[in-house]
């Protein structure tokens, strides 16, 4: 019994390592490419941030997704909800407007995550910003 719990508390403790390092290395590199925007949002002490997130488009609107769990820039977001938003070279003013209900329930399962992604990020909780053009 006790080999079988040291085993799995080995494996719990490198799937928290697999999960830490993914998130890590995401959040250095900020990938971009096709379907990605930059969201700048601005701090308490008035600093500006860009972050690079996926860009969701469901029932013609723009949405973003909080899908990790190092999310400042989306406490920051619902705190400060006056973003910029650049979008293929051109950059605009947004109200970011958090969602909930069933239009958090319409755009999930518009855009569900696939497993493997969901894995490797430690099943975070998913929350959603509409983007509405100021």
Same mark, same amino acid.
């Given at each position: 019994?006790?080999?079988?719990?040291?085993?799995?508390?080995?494996?719990?403790?490198?799937?928290?390592?697999? !999960?830490?390092?993914?998130?890590?290395?995401?959040?250095?590199?900020?990938?971009?490419?096709?379907?990605?925007? !930059?969201?700048?949002?601005?701090?308490?002490?008035?600093?500006?941030?860009?972050?690079?997130?996926?860009?969701?488009?469901?029932?013609?609107?723009? @949405?973003? %997704?909080?899908?990790?769990?190092?999310?400042?820039? @989306?406490?920051?977001?619902?705190?400060?909800?006056?973003?910029?938003?650049? !979008?293929?070279?051109?950059?605009?003013?947004?109200?970011?407007?958090? !969602?909930?209900? %069933?239009?958090?329930?319409?755009?999930? %399962?518009?855009?569900?995550?696939?497993?493997? $992604?969901?894995?490797?990020?430690? $099943?975070?909780?998913?929350?959603?910003?509409?983007?509405?053009?100021?």
């Amino acid at each position: 019994m006790k080999r079988i719990f040291k085993i799995v508390l080995i494996l719990s403790a490198v799937y928290v390592g697999v !999960v830490a390092t993914f998130e890590s290395l995401l959040g250095y590199f900020q990938p971009q490419g096709d379907g990605m925007i !930059v969201i700048t949002t601005t701090n308490s002490d008035g600093m500006r941030k860009d972050r690079v997130v996926s860009r969701i488009d469901s029932t013609n609107q723009l @949405y973003v %997704a909080a899908n990790h769990w190092p999310r400042s820039w @989306y406490r920051q977001t619902l705190a400060l909800p006056n973003v910029s938003v650049t !979008v293929d070279n051109a950059t605009a003013e947004y109200l970011a407007v958090p !969602v909930e209900g %069933a239009e958090h329930e319409q755009v999930d %399962a518009d855009h569900p995550l696939p497993l493997s $992604f969901r894995i490797l990020t430690g $099943f975070p909780p998913r929350y959603f910003i509409r983007l509405d053009p100021k």
